[in-house]
C-alpha cells in the first residue's frame, strides 16, 4: 500500500539509510504536503518508527470496528425498543381485557334468548283426521311434544297442512303428501322431522299440523 | 472505491467498516504526527484512536473534500486542544503551521517558465536573506538533502528546514508581487 510505503521511506530517512537523491526527493515531497512533513517530524522525534507499536494501533481499530456488530445487537434491546415492547405488551394486556368484559356479559344474553326461541317461538299442533289406522307408537301428545321441540323453523310456512303417508314396515312414513301434493319443497323441515322421528304403527296416516309462530 | 466513494458510503450508511477502510492507511502518519505534538507513544495511540471516535461522527454530518488535508488539519488541531488541556506551554515553530497554507499555491503543473521568469526568480532569490538563499540554492538548484546542505553551511538541520520553509514562502510572495502568480 502507498502509506507502508511511505512509512518505510519514513522509516530509512529517520534512520539515515536513504542515499542523498532519496533523501532530497523526500525532503522536496514533504515541503509540498505538510501532513508528511509532520509525520516525518514525529517519527525523527520518536528516533524511528515502531512497526509493533503500529500494529498494536491497527488492531485497536480493527477490535473498534468489530464491536460495531456487537454495539448493533446491544442496540437491538436498547430503552426505543423495550419501551416500544412495553407499550405493545401493556396495549395487549388492555385488549384482552376489554375483549373479555365484553365478551362475559354477551354470552349470558344469548343464552336467556336461545331458551325463548327454542320453548316459545313455535307451537305445533297435530291432529288425526281418523281417516286411516296409523298413529305414532310414542302417542299422539308425545308426538307432538316432539314436533314443537324439534321444529327450529326453518324455513317456516305459517298455517295448516294437511298431511297423508303411508307407514312401511320399520315404522317410517313414506308416500308423502301435503296439501294432496306430492312436491314438499316448501316444508323441508317438517317432511324431515316426520320421516326421521318416532315410528309410526299401522298403514297410512293422515294429520291435521299447524305450524304457528308466536309473537314475542 | 476510492476515497472520495467511500466517504459518501459511509455519510449515508455510517458503516464501521467502511470508515475503517478510509481511516487505516493513514494511521502509521498520524501517529507520527500526533508524536510530534504530544511526545508520548501511548498518548499518540490514544489520539489517533480517539481521533477515530469522532470521525465516526463528524464524518456523517460533514461533507470533506480532502480527506487527507482535512483530516492531517484535524488531527493537528486534536493535538494542540489536548497540549491546551494540559496547560502546558507549547512550543511550535510558527513555519511548520504556516506551511500549510502554502500547499494550493504550488501546485500549478501545467505552469511552462519562460525567459522572464528566471530572471524575477534571480531577482528574488538575491532579495533573500543570506541564510535563506544559501539553503534554498542548495536545496532546489543543486538538489541536495537537508544533510548535507547542513554539513556544507554548517548550519543546524531545523535551521537548514525551516530556512528552506521560509525561503520558498518568500520566493512566492516575491514573484507573486512581481505580477507573477503562477
Not at chain 1, 301435503?178 to 316426520?194: A, F, P, S
Not at chain 2, 488541531?77 to 494550493?104: G, T
Request: charged share 30%; net charge negative; with cysteine.
Amino acid at each position: 500500500m502507498e502509506n507502508n510505503y511511505q512509512l518505510s521511506r519514513i522509516h530509512n530517512y529517520v534512520n539515515g539509510l536513504m542515499n542523498r537523491e532519496e533523501m532530497h526527493a523526500l525532503e522536496r515531497e514533504a515541503l509540498e504536503d505538510p501532513f508528511l512533513q509532520d509525520a516525518i517530524d514525529g517519527y525523527g522525534l520518536q528516533e524511528g518508527v515502531d512497526v509493533k507499536q503500529l500494529s498494536l494501533l491497527q488492531q485497536r481499530l480493527a477490535t473498534r470496528i468489530a464491536e460495531q456488530s456487537i454495539g448493533k445487537s446491544k442496540r437491538f434491546y436498547g430503552w426505543q425498543r423495550l419501551a416500544i415492547g412495553a407499550t405493545a405488551a401493556v396495549m395487549f394486556v388492555t385488549i384482552c381485557t376489554l375483549l373479555l368484559l365484553r365478551y362475559l356479559p354477551q354470552q349470558k344474553s344469548k343464552l336467556t334468548e336461545v331458551e325463548l326461541m327454542q320453548d316459545q317461538v313455535f307451537s305445533i299442533a297435530v291432529a288425526n283426521t281418523g281417516q286411516f289406522d296409523g298413529e305414532p307408537v310414542i302417542g299422539w301428545a308425545k308426538y307432538e311434544l316432539y314436533l314443537t321441540h324439534d321444529y327450529t323453523g326453518k324455513g317456516h310456512k305459517e298455517g295448516e297442512v294437511l298431511v297423508r303417508f303411508k307407514v312401511d314396515e320399520q315404522g317410517k312414513p313414506f308416500q308423502l303428501s301435503i296439501n294432496g301434493k306430492e312436491d314438499l319443497t316448501e316444508y323441508t323441515e317438517l317432511v324431515k322431522l316426520l320421516e326421521d322421528g318416532p315410528k309410526w304403527r299401522g298403514h297410512e296416516v293422515e294429520v291435521r299440523i299447524d305450524l304457528h309462530q308466536l309473537k314475542m | 472505491m476510492n476515497e472520495k466513494e467511500l466517504l459518501e458510503e459511509y455519510k449515508i450508511t455510517g458503516n464501521l467498516d467502511v470508515l475503517g477502510r478510509l481511516y487505516a492507511p493513514y494511521m502509521s502518519l498520524l501517529y507520527g504526527v500526533c508524536f510530534k505534538y504530544l511526545q508520548d507513544a501511548d498518548r499518540s495511540q490514544d489520539a489517533v484512536m480517539h481521533i477515530f471516535e469522532e470521525l465516526v461522527n463528524k464524518l456523517r454530518l460533514h461533507a470533506v473534500d480532502n480527506f487527507k488535508s482535512w483530516l492531517h488539519v484535524y488531527t493537528k488541531n486534536y493535538c494542540l486542544m489536548q497540549l491546551r488541556k494540559d496547560k502546558r506551554a507549547v512550543h511550535l515553530d510558527i513555519e511548520d503551521n504556516l506551511l500549510e497554507s502554502e500547499q494550493k499555491l504550488v501546485r500549478d503543473d501545467g505552469f511552462k517558465w519562460d525567459e522572464e521568469d528566471f530572471e524575477k526568480l534571480d531577482s528574488c532569490l538575491e532579495k533573500l536573506n543570506m541564510e535563506q538563499g544559501e539553503c534554498v540554492r542548495l536545496f532546489y538548484l543543486e538538489q541536495m538533502c537537508y544533510k548535507d546542505i547542513a554539513e556544507r553551511t554548517g548550519y543546524d538541520l531545523n535551521k537548514v528546514k525551516s530556512a528552506i520553509q521560509n525561503g520558498k514562502r518568500n520566493l512566492k510572495i516575491c514573484m507573486e508581487s512581481k505580477g507573477n502568480g503562477k
